[in-house]
């Protein structure tokens, strides 16, 4: 079946270093990939996103791009901050009428000034 | 702006109590969903609902029970709480394929 495969944390990095959070994935089709990020005590947000094999999702100055050929979507900042300290998920959907999305388990990361 | 809330953000109850925790949206989105997420940060899909009147259980089993019948509103009730209840509950709701918005969840403690 459909799953995510998520880079363990905790990461923890000092202000300014470059972050990679690792993403695999196994689906049948073509899903639509995802990164949701969850700062303390609230709920998920959608960060970015990719449909297709090659696109690159962008958002906040986090990039991932949908490696078809790798079945992978990892997330980069090239400079953290602080207030980047949070949960981040990768997840896929599930081509079903109700949208629903396959998550990973979930990076946290922790950046230090 | 997406509008999701849920009520109460905290609650700490006794065993055997019936709770029921509240999900409303605002942006007319036909499907909603409840999750079910641990300490260890993983997210489980315990309820999700196509539109009005249609309910369907997720990916963890759960003893809880949801309703839709508005579009706008999907409880979750508890009819007897247990410690192993004890956990974040998140609501979120769709309209576009793997866009969901979460509200900001319930800390559940059944003592």
């Known amino acids: 079946g459909d799953s995510v495969t998520q880079m363990e944390g905790p990461v923890t990095l000092s202000e300014e270093a470059f972050l990679t959070i690792n993403c695999t994935y196994t689906?049948?089709?073509?899903?639509?990939l995802f990164w949701y990020v969850q700062y303390p005590g609230e709920g998920l947000q959608l960060l970015l996103k990719?449909?297709?094999?090659?696109d690159k999702g962008s958002n906040k100055g986090f990039e991932a791009t949908y490696r078809k050929e790798t079945t992978s979507f990892h997330l980069e900042k090239g400079s953290v901050q602080v207030s980047d300290s949070a949960v981040y998920f990768c997840?896929?959907?599930?081509?079903?009428?109700?949208?629903?999305?396959?998550f990973g388990t979930g990076t946290r990361l922790t950046v230090i000034p | 702006e997406a509008d999701i809330y849920q009520t109460p953000r905290y609650l700490v109850i006794g065993t055997g109590k019936k709770i029921t925790l509240e999900c409303s949206q605002t942006?007319?989105?036909?499907?909603m969903y409840w999750y079910q997420q641990d300490p260890g940060m993983e997210l489980h899909l315990i309820h999700y609902?196509?539109?009005?009147?249609?309910?369907e259980k997720g990916d963890l089993s759960s003893e809880s029970t949801v309703s839709r019948i508005r579009t706008e509103h999907f409880p979750l009730t508890l009819e007897s709480a247990r410690p192993s209840h004890t956990s974040q509950y998140l609501c979120?709701?769709?309209?576009?394929?793997?866009?969901?918005?979460f509200g900001p969840g319930t800390r559940l403690t059944v003592t």
């Open positions: 979120a709701s769709s309209e576009v394929l793997g866009e969901q918005y």
């Open positions: 997840a896929l959907s599930a081509r079903t009428g109700a949208n629903n999305l396959f």
């Open positions: 942006m007319g989105h036909d499907k």
């Open positions: 990719a449909t297709k094999a090659d």
């Open positions: 689906a049948t089709g073509y899903p639509s």
């Open positions: 609902s196509y539109g009005v009147n249609s309910t």
